[in-house]
């Protein structure tokens, strides 16, 4: 496959004028990148297939290369954020802590709730856990 990488400016500013709302300009933009692309001794078949490819290696990006670079990203953002917590009850499982547990943590930092409103709805689930 054929690279565009030195046309892609002039390409550029001509597939953007290909929204102008003044019909004329659109036909000159499109009659403007045939010929810039026939000037290089391409056609618009070459600017198709370069498009979604990498100029790297001239593969395409495809979704199985997006799921498995997000899944590469998961296996090295973890553990790096696992290192940055603190040692509290945050280090835990993907299932987090139960809920009663967190309650519990609140009220005894209640000196770090922000307002009466908080504070009450901390006492209160307090309260239901150790009622039920």
Request: glycine letters at 6%; charged letters at 30%.
């Amino acid at each position: 496959m054929k690279t565009l990488a030195p046309l892609a400016d002039r390409l550029g500013t001509f597939i953007r004028l290909l929204t102008s709302s003044i019909r004329d300009a659109e036909v000159a933009a499109a009659c403007a990148i045939v010929r810039t692309l026939q000037d290089a001794g391409d056609d618009i078949h070459d600017l198709a297939e370069s498009i979604g490819a990498t100029s790297a290696n001239g593969k395409k990006f495809i979704q199985a290369d997006a799921c498995e670079l997000y899944e590469r990203g998961i296996a090295a953002g973890r553990p790096a954020a696992e290192q940055t917590q603190s040692a509290t009850f945050h280090n835990v499982d993907d299932d987090g802590p139960p809920w009663h547990a967190i309650a519990y943590e609140c009220a005894a930092h209640d000196d770090r709730l922000r307002d009466k409103r908080e504070k009450d709805l901390v006492a209160d689930i307090v309260r239901y856990v150790r009622v039920r």
